[in-house]
């Protein structure tokens, strides 16, 4: 198994390349995406749902705007979304695997959960460093050639940076 990560900066280009991900075949259980949410005081709801819209978090996403119609129609993957505080970061907005590492390894922080899916420490605390800087993540977790097939389709999708570990 291999983690491919992409780097986007914006959540339009990171959807799109769910979208492309999921049209060649790969599943809600090997993608992942995590984001910043926006801290509002305490004010929303703290977790997200399916809106009309797609993927919304109510008051937790910046300006109530929706997370994308994209996500919304990704099933499962909308399924394991949440809303988390990271130390460190504050609160993300993860789906997929990723999300369900997140929740148990809080302490540890968004480089504490890419540890567990073998990505080395330094480079994992270079892509939380990316999400505290408003960026967005998408990981997918598959075998050594799919991994190849995934960065392809990031990097046509928009990714700043794509890199392959494992």
């Known amino acids: 198994m291999a983690t491919t990560i992409g780097v986007f900066e914006s959540r339009d280009k990171a959807e799109r390349a769910v979208r492309k991900?999921?049209?060649?075949?790969?599943?809600?259980?090997?993608v992942s995406l995590v984001a910043r949410g926006e801290d509002n005081g305490g004010q929303g709801r703290g977790d997200m749902e399916a809106g009309d819209e797609g993927f919304t978090g109510g008051e937790n996403i910046r300006e109530g705007v929706s997370w994308g119609g994209g996500i919304g129609a990704l099933g499962g993957l909308l399924a394991s979304a949440?809303?988390?505080?990271?130390?460190?970061?504050g609160p993300i907005i993860a789906a997929g695997p990723l999300a369900a590492a997140l929740s148990g390894a809080v302490a540890g922080g968004l480089a504490g959960g890419l540890l567990d899916m073998g990505i080395?420490?330094?480079?994992?605390?270079q892509y939380e460093e990316e999400v505290k800087q408003g960026r967005?993540?998408?990981?997918?977790?598959?075998?050594?050639?799919?991994?190849?097939?995934?960065?392809?389709?990031m990097r046509e999708?928009?990714?700043m940076r794509v890199e392959t570990h494992g």
């Not at 080395?120 to 605390?125: A, D, L, T």
């Open 82 to 89: 949440g809303m988390l505080a990271i130390p460190g970061i």
């Open 157 to 159: 999708a928009g990714a």
């Open 136 to 153: 967005v993540l998408c990981v997918v977790e598959a075998e050594s050639e799919r991994s190849r097939e995934a960065a392809q389709i």
């Open 21 to 30: 991900l999921r049209d060649a075949g790969f599943s809600d259980k090997e």
């Open 120 to 125: 080395p420490e330094e480079k994992g605390k």
